[in-house]
């Protein structure tokens, strides 16, 4: 990264001193101290983009994240960062995505940038595509084995704290979800859930029934 050259204003400010002094305090996330505390948690869907409906949500006190679900609604990268500031107004709510299957790696990485902690995929059918979710989300560092490069996004406050050990860590911390919404999904369950890094799983029957040939058919026993 190329810096400004290094001198100092008329009034002694100094760019590199104050980039030495800046401290960034990792923002906790709500959802993964609840899982680390074995404890349940309530979380609310979101089709609009107006961050004043996140503010609202998070003013109730009431919710400990809300699911803004991507899937269905037209959004625009501005759209990600006004939600990410929105949900950041508060210290015990947090934020998830749910990205849908030809996007993966792309709308992780940005949203996990804008400030969206917690992602929940759509469509994953095996193993492999649920190994793709988690190395998508995490660091590409030896310990972690993931994909998530050194990234500039207001996460890190834009080049502040990009590539530290502290935003190593915070991608760790984001809460993994998949969606078990296909047949080949649920015969590979098992195997899909021995995959390190996996949290948390959502039955989808809407298009499981689909995918097995009885499309609406949800309380069908099979």
């Known amino acids: 990264m190329a810096y400004p050259a290094r001198r100092k204003r008329e009034d002694g400010y100094d760019f590199h001193q104050r980039l030495s002094e ?23 869907h979101l089709l609009s983009t107006w961050p004043t409906i996140t503010e609202l949500v998070g003013q109730t006190g009431l919710w400990d994240y809300i699911e803004f679900v991507a899937e269905y609604s037209p959004w625009t990268m501005h759209d990600l960062d006004n939600l990410g500031r929105a949900i950041e107004l508060f210290p015990d709510f947090t934020g998830m995505i749910k990205i849908e299957q030809d996007t993966r790696g792309h709308l992780a990485m940005r949203a996990v940038g804008s400030g969206i902690q917690n992602l929940l995929f759509a469509d994953v059918r095996t193993p492999a595509e649920a190994l793709q979710c988690v190395r998508g989300v995490r660091a590409e560092h030896p310990e972690h084995g993931g994909l998530h490069g050194v990234g500039m996004r207001r996460d890190v406050r834009t080049i502040l704290h990009g590539g530290s050990p502290e ?13 078990i919404e296909k047949k080949e999904a649920v015969e590979n369950l ?33």
């Not at 935003?167 to 969606?179: G, P, Q, S, T």
């Open 22 to 44: 800046v401290t960034w305090m990792l923002r906790k996330n709500r959802l993964r101290e609840l899982l680390k505390a074995g404890k349940p948690s309530l979380g609310t």
């Open 167 to 179: 935003w190593v860590d915070m991608l760790a911390e984001c809460v993994i979800v998949l969606m």
């Open 190 to 222: 098992e195997a899909i859930l021995s995959i390190k890094g996996i949290d948390m799983v959502q039955f989808g029957p809407s298009d499981y029934a689909m995918s097995i040939g009885i499309p609406r058919q949800m309380a069908d026993p099979r």
